[in-house]
Structures are given as C-alpha cells and as structure tokens.
C-alpha cells in the first residue's frame, strides 16, 4: 500500500491549507474547454482561470467525442457554461503519428499484437479542429447563444491561435 504514498502525503498537506470546501460545482467565468490530455497544457492557467471558473474535458488529442458532447451539453444546461473552447495544440503525438505507428509502438511495448484497438490519430489537426468545432455548434442540445471557438495552443510559446 505504498505505491501512492507520495501523492497522499502531499495531498494530506494540501487539505491542511484548504479553503475551498462549500464551493459549487458550476463553472464560474461560463468557460468549457475541450483540450489534449498533454502535460504541457495547463488548461486554465493558460487563460488566466482559477479554481472554479471553467469545466475540463480532457482526452488524447483534445478531440470532441461523444463523451465530450455529452459533458458539454451538462456543461451548458446544469453549470453556467456560455463559452466553449477547442484546443488541440502543437506537437500532439495524436497528430504526428499514424495509427500504424501507434499500434507498433504500443505493440512494442505490451508484447502483444494491439490492431484490434484503435486509438484515433489525427490525420490533418486543423480539418480535424474545424469538424469538433462544428460538431459543437450544431449539436441540437447546445444552443447559438454558446459561443464554440476553434483554437490551437502552442506548446513552445504557450499562445493559442483562432483557427475556428
Ligand atoms: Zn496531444
């Protein structure tokens, strides 16, 4: 029962200094974001957010799934969500490999044949962003009033363009 020692000690040290107890579960600045579960990426820091303020959906490549339009849709009907934000970002591993070179990868790594698995490369990122943002915009639950916008964050200079 060690394996998690050290992420408990410090989580003992965080609760110590908690303040946030009470608080709700809505996004308070209205702002969803759809980003790449890359460690470079610090969703809301990079839009000068805080605790609170913004709902994360998170997953390989920062694609919008089903689960993610399903996230969205609570995120605008249950917790304030008036904004919507797609990130993919540069040197996405999604995007820079083939689902070939994935499965070699990962085939490597396990030992065992992985083909039967699929894990959604991003062939062309910037056709892939315009189809999420779409998606978002036309789904029937959410809204016109929510504005989606299509964005590409990088992970060098840490700037997120508008492509969408
Ligand atoms: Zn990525």
Redesign the pocket.
Known sequence: MTDFDDLLKANQEFADHFQLGGFDGKAHAGVAIVT???SRIDPLRMVGLKHGDAKIFRN???RVTEAALEALVLGVHLLNVDRILVI??TR???AASTEDEIHEKIGASTGQDVTWHTFHVIPNQRLALDEDVRKVRSHPLIPDTVKVGGFIYDVDSGLLTQHA
């Open positions: 790449c579960m890359d390989p490549g920062g993919p970002h996405c591993a999604m």
